[in-house]
């Protein structure tokens, strides 16, 4: 199975500030990497796809890049509505795998 | 507008058993792979079982592999997980979620989850 480090586990921030999240693969997964913003008591919404794809209406301070084994999640000016839990996931093969999620405080 | 619902959970003893349903409305049901992913405290989010458009490929983790099965009713735009001998690792909140249009892994829909509980 392929392993998905993600890092920080949790991080605090300030509204404005850049926020990065990294997610580390066992092996090459190419670009097939997806992010994901939970927030508590609302359903999983899909940000970024194939490593680096906007998903539609998700808004630009959400970007994603990294192919291979390193991968990078950023929100360029955090806002106060970014609260949530970010996780990745691969889709290289099967069994699908999440990283461990970032919770993100304000 | 694309949505999903979840239904079905509740609380269950240990080797008892289950079915969810998740019921999808605002695209073309048949046409899409979906899954069913589930997030606990301690282990976060987990892949459990995908099933294709049509109903005829299914794909299991292997943690639920023998006792848990996918189907999917396309006339009624519903999917379905029967859990068989649940255990208590198996207590989550169930999301069922809808693949994209590239490869079906990408899942741009979720619905808002089911919560089973295993525990005597």
């Known amino acids: 199975d392929i392993q998905m480090t993600q890092s920080p586990s949790s991080l605090s921030a300030s509204v404005g500030d850049r926020v990065t999240i990294t997610c580390q693969a066992s092996q090459d997964i190419s670009n097939y990497l997806n992010w994901y913003q939970l927030k508590t008591g609302k359903a999983p919404n899909l940000l970024i796809s194939h490593a680096s794809n906007l998903e539609a209406g998700v808004p630009s301070r959400f970007s994603g890049s990294g192919s291979g084994t390193e991968f990078t999640f950023t929100i360029s000016s955090l806002q106060p509505e970014d609260i949530a839990t970010y996780y990745c996931q691969h889709f290289a093969n099967l069994p699908i795998t999440f990283g461990q999620g970032t919770r993100l405080e304000i | 507008e694309v949505q999903l619902l979840e239904s079905g959970g509740g609380l269950v003893q240990p080797g008892g058993s289950l079915r969810l349903s998740c019921a999808a409305s605002g695209f073309t049901f048949s046409t899409y792979a979906v899954t069913w992913v589930r997030q606990t405290p301690g282990k976060g989010l987990e892949w459990v079982s995908t099933?294709?458009?049509?109903?005829?490929?299914?794909y299991y983790a292997d943690s639920v592999k023998g006792r848990f099965t996918i189907s999917r009713d396309n006339s009624k735009s519903t999917l379905f997980l029967q859990m068989n001998s649940l255990r208590v690792e198996d207590t989550a909140l169930y999301y069922c979620a809808k693949g994209g249009n590239a490869s079906g892994y990408e899942f741009d829909c979720w619905g808002q989850g089911s919560l089973v509980t295993v525990s005597s």
């Open positions: 099933i294709s458009g049509s109903g005829a490929y299914t």
